[in-house]
C-alpha cells in the first residue's frame, strides 16, 4: 500500500558551524506513524568549511532522499520549494569607538538633512508669516512655533518607527521594518536562483 508524506519546506534555518542537518530541522513533516521514526533520523546535509555561510537546500534532494529511504511512498510538497540555511559564523564583536563613530554618523547627517529640508522649504520664513498673522507682530525668533514643532518633529519619528528604543510601541509594523522584509525577500529570492545547483543547468554548445 502506497504511503503519503506531505512536507512544507521551511524559508529559513539557522545552524552552527559542523553541524549535522535533519529532514525534521528544515521541514515540517506529515506521515504515517510507521515511518515518522525514518524521517526524523533522516540526515539531509554536513554543514563543512566549503558551505561557507548560505545553503540552499532542494525539496528535489528531499523526495529523492525519501525516495531511497522507504519504498512505495509519495511524498506531497506544500509551500516554498527551497529552505536558505544560514550558517551562524562567529562575528567579531564591534569596538566601543567604532560604535561611537558609527552613532556619530547617523546622529549628524540625520540633523544636516532635516536641516537642509527645512532650509529649502523656508520653514523659518514661514513660521515668521505664521507668528505675524496670529499675532500682529515681526518676530525674527518666533519660539512659540520652532519649540513645539521641534518636539513634535521628534515624537512624529518615533511615532513614524514604532520604536523607543528597543521597545515596540504598538504590534504593526513600521515603514522602516516593511522595507527591511522586502529588502529580505528580494535578497533571499537572489541567494536561491544564484546559489541553487539546482535551479542552474548548462548546455553544451558544441
Same mark, same amino acid.
Given at each position: 500500500?502506497?504511503?503519503?508524506?506531505?512536507?512544507? +519546506?521551511?524559508?529559513?534555518?539557522?545552524?552552527?558551524?559542523?553541524?549535522?542537518?535533519?529532514?525534521?530541522?528544515?521541514?515540517?513533516?506529515?506521515?504515517?506513524?510507521?515511518?515518522?521514526?525514518?524521517?526524523?533520523?533522516?540526515?539531509?546535509?554536513?554543514?563543512?568549511?566549503?558551505?561557507?555561510?548560505?545553503?540552499?537546500?532542494?525539496?528535489?534532494?528531499?523526495?529523492?532522499?525519501?525516495?531511497?529511504?522507504?519504498?512505495?511512498?509519495?511524498?506531497?510538497?506544500?509551500?516554498?520549494?527551497?529552505?536558505?540555511?544560514?550558517?551562524?559564523?562567529?562575528?567579531?564583536? +564591534?569596538?566601543?569607538?567604532?560604535?561611537?563613530?558609527?552613532?556619530?554618523?547617523?546622529?549628524?547627517?540625520?540633523?544636516?538633512?532635516? +536641516?537642509?529640508?527645512?532650509?529649502?522649504?523656508?520653514?523659518?520664513?514661514?513660521?515668521?508669516?505664521?507668528?505675524?498673522?496670529?499675532?500682529?507682530?515681526?518676530?525674527?525668533?518666533?519660539?512659540?512655533?520652532?519649540?513645539?514643532?521641534?518636539?513634535?518633529?521628534?515624537?512624529? +519619528?518615533?511615532?513614524?518607527?514604532?520604536?523607543?528604543?528597543?521597545?515596540?510601541?504598538?504590534?504593526?509594523?513600521?515603514?522602516?521594518?516593511?522595507?527591511?522584509?522586502?529588502?529580505?525577500?528580494?535578497?533571499?529570492?537572489?541567494?536561491?536562483?544564484?546559489?541553487?545547483?539546482?535551479?542552474?543547468?548548462?548546455?553544451?554548445?558544441?
Amino acid at each position: 500500500m502506497e504511503k503519503t508524506i506531505y512536507i512544507r +519546506m521551511r524559508n529559513r534555518v539557522l545552524v552552527k558551524p559542523e553541524e549535522k542537518i535533519y529532514l525534521m530541522d528544515i521541514a515540517q513533516v506529515i506521515a504515517p506513524e510507521t515511518v515518522i521514526s525514518d524521517l526524523k533520523s533522516l540526515m539531509v546535509h554536513q554543514v563543512t568549511v566549503k558551505d561557507k555561510n548560505i545553503i540552499i537546500i532542494d525539496v528535489m534532494k528531499i523526495i529523492r532522499l525519501i525516495s531511497g529511504l522507504i519504498e512505495d511512498v509519495e511524498v506531497q510538497t506544500i509551500g516554498p520549494a527551497q529552505t536558505i540555511v544560514e550558517v551562524m559564523l562567529q562575528k567579531k564583536q +564591534m569596538s566601543f569607538p567604532l560604535f561611537l563613530l558609527i552613532w556619530f554618523l547617523l546622529f549628524f547627517g540625520s540633523a544636516m538633512a532635516i +536641516m537642509n529640508f527645512h532650509d529649502d522649504v523656508s520653514m523659518r520664513s514661514v513660521q515668521e508669516k505664521l507668528y505675524r498673522i496670529i499675532t500682529g507682530v515681526e518676530d525674527s525668533k518666533p519660539w512659540i512655533f520652532q519649540i513645539p514643532y521641534s518636539i513634535g518633529l521628534g515624537l512624529g +519619528m518615533i511615532l513614524f518607527f514604532n520604536h523607543v528604543f528597543q521597545k515596540r510601541i504598538n504590534e504593526e509594523p513600521s515603514p522602516l521594518e516593511v522595507e527591511m522584509f522586502n529588502y529580505q525577500m528580494d535578497l533571499d529570492n537572489y541567494v536561491i536562483i544564484h546559489e541553487n545547483k539546482e535551479s542552474m543547468n548548462r548546455t553544451n554548445d558544441d
